[in-house]
Nanobody, 127 residues
Framework: QVQLVESGGGLVQAGGSLRLSCAASGRTFYSYAMGWFRQAPGKDRVSVAAISWSGGNTYYEDSVKGRFTISRDNAKNTVYLQMNNLKPEDTAVYYC????????????????????WGQGTQVTVSS
């Protein structure tokens, strides 16, 4: 069992930045693909970014390309999401997730592909 704990959310003005962190328990974090998802009120949970186990492959949802950066530190069992130039439409609960079965060096980006989920952290961007 893997436990994921997100941190770093908060309230920020449009144009500002936040860095989310997701700390994972367990010895096999290095082998998991990791992803960040978000869910706004009344909407489905959608992928924001994903990173393969090696960090060699990444995925970004179109609306965050050029603004968000996903990275990982396998020595610290942590994945990060650097969010710059935040917009009000980025307001959501952000979730970290781990995929223990990702094939090859793949960065999965569909919720059903993930096995473990964190509790989420709220990000609110004011206009």
């Amino acid at each position: 069992q893997v436990q994921l704990v997100e941190s770093g959310g908060g309230l920020v003005q449009a144009g500002g930045s936040l860095r989310l962190s997701c700390a994972a328990s367990g010895r096999t974090f290095y082998s998991y693909a990791m992803g960040w998802f978000r869910q706004a009120p009344g909407k489905d949970r959608v992928s924001v970014a994903a990173i393969s186990w090696s960090g060699g492959n990444t995925y970004y949802e179109d609306s965050v390309k050029g603004r968000f950066t996903i990275s990982r530190d396998n020595a610290k069992n942590t994945v990060y999401l650097q969010m710059n130039n935040l917009k009000p439409e980025d307001t959501a609960v952000y979730y970290c997730a781990a995929d223990r079965n990702a094939k090859g060096d793949y960065a999965p980006h569909q919720p059903p592909e993930y096995d473990y989920w964190g509790q989420g952290t709220q990000v609110t961007v004011s206009s």
